[in-house]
């Protein structure tokens, strides 16, 4: 098998020792709130001590944060008013009783606020017009004309990269909204990526393998470009940096890389941008805590499983039935995505 990996101890030099020092820190407070957890599991009611354990923890990321310019986290750099949208969206992403069409729906959800987020709310920009033709016909074919953010020349520069499986349709989803986003409708190329991590080892001694064999890529359709990646979990920014660091090694040149993520835990977060000098994160929540499998908590599970419906060992499913998966509505409505998912695969 062609492949590139990388291994956690790769990404751990990356970080400083007061990233190391302020991680362990936000760790051991979180580990302080497993006895609450248990407590209330067996139906003691310390929901004023869980909800004081987390703002506690909230704000000493956030304050963390504050000098970090590349990591932008929704609820830190909006305004208060809609900070609970992404509460009431994750928490229902996060229960375990949400089943999977209304997974699916969130997610959608989820980053159509993150586009927003990362291309819209951040900064002024100057205005751009559509003209939309109209079913009316009486008394004469009706018109009608909407102002929105000029984009053009930022989106028709950029390429989605899909790591495969939990990203294929939050990468989907990104590029849905570049087209409509765009007053050409422009269609971003895709690039895929097999990144597999080796479960047998801990989060300490994790090793990233990138499956070459098993991964669709034109590098020409990525040179000089923007490159979004679109993963609803960040755990360690392992699977991205071992991504970014092969296309280095074969002479990428890239103009922007953009992360945008449901969740990102903090470790993650401070080693994604420790590790890609070009990268800018936007995620909709930040949590504390890694476990030593590299499972982000309190997390929301296997967003993959979650999005595709669990694989069986004997027969995984390969790009094109991931695709299929999902019905013929979903299909549809990201037909021209389809397309370009197809054309990367099948040359």
């Not at 509460?87 to 959608?108: H, K, N």
């Not at 984009?151 to 899909?162: F, I, K």
């Not at 920014?237 to 953009?258: A, D, H, N, P, W």
Request: proline share 4%; charged share 25%.
């Amino acid at each position: 098998m062609a492949s590139f990996h990388r291994t956690a101890d790769h990404f751990r030099h990356l970080l400083s020792p007061q990233d190391h020092t302020l991680i362990e820190s936000i760790h051991e407070d979180y580990r302080r709130l497993f006895a609450l957890f248990q407590r209330h599991s067996q139906g003691d009611t310390c929901e004023k001590k869980l909800i004081e354990g987390f703002d506690a923890i909230g704000e000493k990321m956030k304050s963390a944060l504050s000098q970090e310019d590349r990591i932008h986290v929704y609820g830190f750099e909006t305004p208060s008013l809609v900070h609970a949208e992404a509460s009431r969206l994750i928490a229902r992403l996060r229960d375990r009783g949400t089943q999977r069409p209304e997974f699916v729906y969130l997610i959608q959800r989820a980053y159509e606020m993150l586009f927003h987020f990362g291309y819209n709310l951040r900064q002024r920009r100057e205005k751009n017009y559509l003209l939309v033709e109209t079913p009316v016909e009486n008394p004469v074919r009706n018109w009608a004309v909407h102002k929105i953010s000029n984009l053009d020349e930022e989106l028709e520069r950029t390429a989605v990269c899909v790591m495969l499986r939990g990203a294929l349709l939050p990468s989907l989803i990104m590029s849905k909204e570049i087209q409509e986003h765009t007053t050409r409708h422009y269609i971003t190329p895709f690039a895929l990526f097999r990144v597999k991590r080796n479960e047998e080892r801990s989060e300490r001694d994790m090793e990233y393998i990138l499956d070459l064999d098993r991964s669709f890529f034109d590098i020409e359709n990525l040179q000089g470009r923007d490159l979004i990646f679109a993963d609803p979990m960040n755990a360690t920014g392992g699977s991205m940096i071992t991504v970014v660091e092969y296309l280095r090694s074969q002479g990428v040149k890239f103009g922007r890389i953009l992360s945008f993520h449901a969740i990102t835990s903090f470790k993650g977060a401070l080693q994604t941008v420790r590790g890609i000098p070009e990268a800018e994160l936007y995620t909709l929540w930040l949590d504390p805590y890694l476990n030593d499998a590299a499972y982000i908590l309190p997390g929301l599970g296997d967003a993959g499983d979650r999005l595709n419906g669990p694989d069986t060992r004997e027969s995984p499913r390969n790009i094109l039935q991931l695709l299929a998966g999902f019905g013929p509505a979903t299909m549809d409505l990201y037909r021209n995505q389809v397309a370009a998912v197809e054309r990367a695969v099948l040359g």
